[in-house]
């Protein structure tokens, strides 16, 4: 599971079920008993586990706990995404999202285009699609389609993004429910609506080599794993479509990471000892 000097990505894994029919309790115990099964594989030197789809710096906090009363001592270096109070880091929780914008910023400076022009469409409402259009919506972006997996909405005059995050995350209310939320579809087909930058955020194998071709976009910037497969690459490239790989956008989050676990070169404890202090 380790790559290079680090202990950090090789692998995934998960639990099928779905959370948001769950309770607080049911969650709890699922995770400290998948913890409890895996702890002889995890570890700050082993494998260190980091958060997802379906779960958070909660879910985090429960594997830290876990583990830590398996070793009999507390190991806040098991696991990342947890809480600043447990030993998180501020901007973590916002960094693959902020590494996307930051990506179309590149972006739009190569191809010479201006944000204050430029059409977004975000698949994904979850940590990395809602923070990131919230970034870009500041920085002066139009977001014009979102998607959960309940479905998705256009709207060629755009979106408050504020106010769609109050819906969904304080409101608890579906996506698709939004007043004023635009034209109806599905998730998969916000993908292919006009736009100048898309931005892929939910699940892998999305755009493939049946759909690719339907890509109407200048940019594709990937913020999930895995978004566009590899035999829809050859077609976005031939369309002349700007492609940044999710590689790309990773690099800032694990870069925290390691900042967080106090893994890698020796110079890195003291950059995160600063990174305590000032969001990355």
Excluded at 9 to 23: E, H, L, Q, Y
Excluded at 39 to 59: F, H, I, K, M, Y
Excluded at 154 to 178: A, C, M, S
Aim: aromatic share 6%.
């Amino acid at each position: 599971m380790r790559r290079g000097r680090h202990s950090l990505g090789g692998a995934k894994g998960g639990i099928i079920c779905d959370p948001r029919k769950m309770s607080r309790g049911e969650l709890e115990r699922l995770t400290r008993r998948y913890t409890a099964e895996l702890s002889d594989w995890l570890g700050p030197e082993r494998d260190v586990p980091a958060p997802d789809v379906g779960t958070n710096e909660q879910t985090m906090a429960w594997v830290m706990d876990t583990y830590s009363m398996h070793t009999r001592q507390a190991t806040t270096a098991v696991v990342t995404g947890k809480p600043i109070e447990l030993g998180g880091s501020r901007g973590r929780r916002e960094a693959t999202g902020r590494g996307v914008m930051i990506c179309v910023d590149k972006a739009m400076a190569k191809l010479g285009m201006k944000k204050e022009t430029t059409r977004v469409i975000i698949q994904g409402f979850g940590n990395v699609g809602s923070l990131a259009a919230e970034l870009m919506q500041k920085a002066g972006y139009k977001i014009i389609g979102l998607a959960d997996i309940g479905g998705g909405l256009y709207n060629e005059k755009g979106f408050d993004v504020p106010k769609v995050i109050d819906w969904v995350y304080t409101q608890k209310r579906p996506l698709q429910e939004l007043p004023t939320g635009g034209a109806k579809m599905s998730a998969r087909d916000v993908l292919f609506q006009p736009c100048d930058v898309l931005i892929p955020a939910a699940i892998e194998n999305q755009i493939t080599e049946q759909n690719a071709h339907q890509v109407q976009a200048r940019v594709l910037c990937e913020g999930a794993n895995g978004p566009t497969t590899w035999q829809a690459d050859a077609i976005i490239d031939a369309k002349g479509i700007f492609h940044c790989p999710r590689y790309s956008r990773e690099c800032r989050r694990r870069y925290g990471e390691l900042l967080r676990v106090g893994a890698g070169p020796p110079g890195l404890l003291l950059a995160r000892e600063r990174s305590q202090r000032a969001p990355l």
